[in-house]
């Protein structure tokens, strides 16, 4: 800890765990301003499947002049819906664009509360991660899409056995982007991506829900997106020619419906297959964070605000 750097909170935690309600609390009550770690919520016309809280758009002025952000609750929040879904984020631009909106929240005398469960996003910040810039490159990505899972792990353990201890193995999209990044420079991935000088002074908490209660959420969410439309935005973005091989429709919440739209199985699978993907994948995103010992875990938003409140006063 550098009590020199600026202060900053990061709210973590699987789906369904809180993490929405409880930023909003403490940002009201520390005068925080939002920054969204959610690899899903960047994108446009995703609302449903995301979970994305409603805001609107907002002009403001800061010390840079005017400029238009997402206000939830008259809370500031970048990194939310500002990515067409066919175009690609990467774990290393919301590290330059996280770091860029949490020194201007700090120049405005406001807290920076990164909020969210891509694990990968909040090292790149937290721990300052250099990660290599490598374009996607679509011909060895479509070779690659061919391959099995457990092929392309067999090619990593040949070119990065290292990653393996720490990749998303039933992720396909991040062993083939590993497997990108090997080829393209020739270097383990593991290696290139370095820690940095810290930047900030960073309180990390994560939220911590018993297993059956999470899972009722996860079914609860499901069953009240399917009522708010999640079908209709799924067809919706097929028509706007957005393919299934995109990232962003590669995530939980549309993936889960190619077989009911192709014809291959009932609705009530493809609802039934998003419930348990949702389940397995909060599972992995705890097995991430687990392995940062660093992360101090509350049951309820009064030990979070306490946690919050002792550490803003040191």
């Not at 800890?1 to 520390?30: D, E, F, Q, R």
């Not at 790149?124 to 990505?141: F, G, Q, T």
Request: proline share 4%; with cysteine.
């Amino acid at each position: 800890m550098n009590n020199k750097l600026p202060k900053l909170i990061v709210i973590l935690g699987p789906t369904a765990s809180g993490k929405t309600g409880t930023s909003l609390k403490l940002a009201k009550k520390y005068n925080g301003e939002i920054i969204s770690a959610d690899s899903r919520q960047i994108y446009k016309k995703m609302d449903i499947a995301t979970a994305k809280v409603k805001g609107e758009w907002q002009w403001g002025f800061n010390w840079n002049g005017p400029r238009k952000t997402y206000h939830v609750e008259d809370i500031p929040h970048h990194l939310i819906d500002i990515i067409d879904p066919g175009k690609q984020f990467t774990a290393a631009d919301f590290r330059d664009k996280s770091i860029k909106y949490a020194k201007m929240a700090e120049r405005s005398g406001r807290i920076p509360m990164v909020v969210g469960g891509t694990g990968l996003y909040i090292s790149a910040l937290v721990d300052n991660l250099s990660i290599p810039r490598v374009e996607a490159n679509k011909k060895l990505r479509e070779s690659l899409e061919e391959k099995t899972n457990d092929e392309l792990i067999s090619l990593l353990e040949s070119l990065d056995p290292k990653i393996l201890e720490t990749i998303d193995k039933k992720n396909k999209r991040r062993l083939i982007r590993a497997l990108e990044v090997c080829i393209f420079t020739g270097e383990p991935f593991s290696e290139q991506r370095k820690k940095g000088e810290q930047i900030f002074d960073v309180l990390q908490i994560g939220i911590e829900v018993d297993r059956e209660e999470l899972h009722n959420r996860i079914s609860n969410r499901v069953d009240q997106m399917m009522k708010d439309g999640l079908l209709d935005e799924v067809s919706a973005l097929l028509k706007q020619k957005y393919g299934w091989q995109l990232p962003s429709m590669s995530g939980i919440g549309y993936k889960q419906f190619k077989p009911y739209v192709n014809g291959e199985c009932t609705l009530e699978k493809s609802i039934e297959d998003l419930k348990r993907d949702t389940r397995r994948f909060a599972r992995r995103q705890l097995t991430w964070f687990k392995k940062d010992k660093r992360i101090k875990w509350c049951k309820n938003y009064e030990e979070v605000e306490g946690e919050v409140g002792e550490f803003l006063k040191k």
